[in-house]
């Protein structure tokens, strides 16, 4: 099979253009399907998680429809999809860019951030956000953390699709942490989370009591929090993402 092992940064985004490369010149047609995640994972050189990535980068676009446990099914290719252009250039269309005049580097703003990196950066960070929230957190803070959390138990109460008591939680305890870049970059990251890519993820390998697990898991957040323990705080927050990135990760296929 014609695929090229991959050896460089932006794992996700080469997996997908040669998979709509192999698409596009028939040795997958519409009907077909593409070889499991592992397989691919394999002969590509990569992980399995920048496959899934790949996988639902695809899917944006209207390549393929992911079948959870049952395999990705080539499309029949959208009249959007027939540009040349690369796939995450479709999937991140409308940026923001701009140049920084003295590293004459261009940062883009508004491009997606792949689930699983989003979810990495998380958890380097979000954990030290909690342990400085703890030391740092004032009550009129703690109350607005609780406020958020309360919010996040009726979102699930009522099936809310975006949980925003969710992403407030999380905001709202690194701005506590007393560190406006951690705010700045929770708040940031968190803009990401219900971009096309990540509600992909989401519906296809979230399970059904993640909702209410990670409610469990907010609670011991909250409570170390509030008994004003850092080591706590780090710990709950660090298995509670740990979780999340487990769920998002385990097998389908």
Known sequence: MPFQVIDNQRL???IADQLRALIDSGEFPPGSRLPAERELAKLLGVSRASVREAMIALEVIGLVDVRVGNGVLVCEPPVQAVSSEPVMAQVTRNQWKELDPELGIEVDF?????????????RLIEPEA????ALNASD???AGIREAFERNVQDNREGSHTHPGDRLFHIRIAQASDNPAYA?????LLGHRYGSMFQRLQSHYGSGDM???SEDEHRRVLQALEQHDPGAARQAMAEHLDEVIRIFSRSAQ
């Open 130 to 133: 909690a342990a400085l929230a």
């Open 184 to 188: 700045l970059m929770i708040q940031h």
């Open 110 to 122: 508004s491009a997606e951030i792949p689930p699983f990196a989003l979810l990495q950066a998380r």
């Open 12 to 14: 996700y985004r080469q």
């Open 140 to 142: 009129e803070e703690l």
């Open 211 to 213: 909702p209410h697990r």
